[in-house]
């Protein structure tokens, strides 16, 4: 009798940074398992180019049938907002968020489930902010394996270090207004309103809300062991946590470097690489401040602008820095950080990770709650600075400080040997574990 192999369904997110860190895992499980990917409409070549089996989303992630509700939220809390009152206003947030997020597009999710249940999934992989996922496991009773492409922050880790937790979880315009005292039980604030939409819109919410919770069956972590906080991961359940370190083709360099890029570099003495990542952007006034600032120093700047890079070039040209700065909607960035002084970054998890492997001290401007915390984690492993803190020094300082600091230096090394040396995951131990899973 021929044994069937078993059937995995992942579930992956529309945001490229979390997509490519996982590609390695699932050509793994490709080899033992029928493997289907849902996946974004966006990605679709990613998957064809690994040779994956992939399903559309025909929705976008996220897709909300309650517009009117979240606009609704957003209103209250600009009104409260604006009258000071903090916690009402902070409350309306995280119900915009909820609803606008995390609200399953109700027609589809139907359908899906009905497709997985119609294949007989034996195991479902998903991205830990997945939506689809996590919620037709439970209605089916699957097992899960959940991935986080950042590190792991919960309750234990904030219950040792509540110092961060206006920092995690504050709205940006809130700030610090709140206290620790209100954060303290955050993640219990988060279930309880959670079912009240849920109950009130008559919808499916997943509890998500920014949730890297990581709570699966089994649940994996693309880190390391010296940038994931230990605190987090949960004594009682350790066996079923396990750091995965980035694959070594994640850091060859590109192949089409251009021409003016490698003569600009050439020509340069000192080079600060400065980029706000792949899904956000930076306002123009950002890079026009960047630019004069560096324009009389030592160093040449290299820009990754997605958004405004016609109108950052004319700028350029019209200050006669040609010479001294080069901007680009696209930067072949592993090239860049080969060759780089300086990483100014918003702290992007790969970023973080390829500025490691060359040895780039790193300057995080955080915009989002996860890069505020991967900034803390780059202080304290002395790898680099972030500008999110209460008493922050000039810009100026902070770069001296950084090219100048052998303690900053010999920690990047360290690092570095250690991302080298686990280069060779052993997808085999993984795939083990989710074989037991299934036949559990």
């Known amino acids: 009798m021929i044994k069937m192999r078993p059937k995995v369904a992942a579930f992956t997110v529309k945001h490229v940074s979390h997509i490519y860190p996982v590609i390695p895992l699932l050509k793994s499980i490709d080899k033992w398992a029928d493997l289907v990917c849902y996946i974004d409409k966006k990605n679709v070549n990613i998957f064809i180019d690994n040779n994956l089996n992939f399903r559309v989303y025909p929705v976008d992630l996220g897709d909300t049938d309650y517009f009117e509700e979240s606009q609704y939220e957003f209103k209250k809390f600009i009104i409260e907002l604006n009258e000071k009152n903090y916690k009402k206003a902070h409350l309306h947030s995280l119900k915009q968020d909820l609803i606008a997020s995390h609200t399953i597009n109700k027609e589809y999710f139907e359908l899906l489930l009905k497709d997985i249940e119609q294949e007989n999934v034996d195991l479902i992989i998903r991205d830990t902010v997945d939506v689809y996922g996590a919620e037709i496991a439970k209605i089916l009773n699957i097992k899960t394996t959940g991935y986080i492409t950042n590190n792991l922050y919960n309750e234990e880790y904030f219950s040792i270090h509540e110092d961060e937790l206006h920092i995690y979880f504050a709205t940006l315009p809130i700030k610090e207004q709140l206290g620790n005292n209100y954060y303290l039980n955050f993640f219990k604030k988060i279930r309880k309103l959670n079912k009240k939409i849920e109950v009130n819109l008559n919808a499916v919410h997943v509890d998500c809300y920014h949730n890297y919770l990581l709570e699966d069956d089994y649940n994996l972590i693309f880190s390391t062991n010296y940038l994931q906080p230990q605190e987090a991961i949960p004594i009682n359940n350790i066996n079923n946590y396990r750091i995965i370190y980035p694959d070594f083709n994640k850091f ?159 920690s990047l090394r360290i690092n570095s040997i250690d991302l080298k040396k686990h280069f060779g995951n052993n997808y085999e131990v993984i795939n083990q574990k989710l074989r037991r899973l299934i036949n559990d």
């Open 252 to 410: 060859k360099i590109e192949e089409k470097i251009p021409k003016k890029l490698k003569e600009f570099i050439s020509k340069s003495k000192y080079i600060i690489y400065i980029s706000t990542g792949s899904f956000h952007s930076e306002e123009k006034q950002f890079y026009k401040a960047i630019i004069n600032y560096f324009a009389n120093s030592k160093f040449n700047l290299v820009i990754s602008c997605l958004k405004w890079d016609f109108e950052i070039k004319e700028y350029i040209k019209n200050k006669n820095l040609d010479e001294k700065i080069y901007v680009d909607n696209f930067i072949p960035q592993k090239y860049v950080l080969s060759c780089a002084d300086l990483f100014f970054t918003s702290g992007g998890f790969n970023s973080i990770l390829e500025s490691i492997y060359y040895e780039v001290p790193i300057i995080v401007r955080p915009i989002s709650c996860e890069q505020r915390m991967n900034g803390i984690i780059i202080e304290k492993n002395k790898l680099g600075v972030t500008l999110y803190k209460k008493n922050k020094k000039s810009l100026r300082d902070e770069v001296l400080y950084l090219m100048n600091n052998e303690e900053i230096k010999r």
